[in-house]
């Protein structure tokens, strides 16, 4: 069929965007089987005292739907604003990482509570983690795909790499201290 949006692609980029897609799919799939299996837990969660970490738990987990949500919708539907998507996208992961770095954080708070240095050490890492997080709406830009309606990445600046090492360095420290 001539007028699929894929023909507008080269070969190996289709191929790619069509496995990014199914796998956000299939993410998407996940992600609601394990928030409808943990309701009842959640309930319990909510009808407790909001802490800030029981903020942070419930703001990574739906702005994780959120992002895969947003994400299924920019890989398999035309959109009229993709720039508004991919921002959308872009904030929506970065606050996810953000609030799950900080249930980290908290974690190793708690099990080094008697030793300040640590502490300092892992609270000055999550902000820097935070910090290089920011860059990813900034470095990541995309566009439409001819006139099919559908968008795709345009280009994401080389210092894009940093916001997905920090999160990555930040969690096997967490892993590797506790």
Request: charged fraction near 10%; include cysteine; hydrophobic fraction near 50%.
């Given at each position: ?27 998407l799939g996940a992600l609601i089987w394990d928030m409808l299996v943990s309701l009842p ?138």
């Amino acid at each position: 069929n001539p007028n699929v949006y894929l023909n507008f692609l080269p070969h190996e980029t289709a191929i790619q965007f069509e496995v990014a897609r199914n796998i956000y799919l299939a993410t998407l799939g996940a992600l609601i089987w394990d928030m409808l299996v943990s309701l009842p837990e959640d309930f319990i969660l909510i009808r407790g005292n909001f802490r800030p970490i029981i903020i942070a738990y419930f703001l990574a987990r739906t702005s994780a739907l959120g992002f895969v949500l947003l994400s299924v919708m920019f890989k398999t539907h035309p959109l009229a604003h993709c720039n508004a998507i991919k921002l959308g996208i872009n904030c929506c992961c970065v606050i996810s990482t953000s609030a799950s770095s900080f249930l980290f954080l908290r974690r190793v708070q708690a099990v080094y509570q008697n030793n300040k240095l640590v502490c300092h050490t892992f609270s000055v890492l999550y902000l820097a983690t935070v910090g290089m997080l920011i860059v990813i709406p900034i470095g990541a830009h995309v566009g439409p795909l001819a006139n099919t309606g559908y968008c795709v990445n345009t280009g994401i600046k080389h210092y894009v790499a940093a916001g997905t090492f920090m999160p990555l360095a930040f969690d096997s420290l967490v892993f590797l201290a506790i």
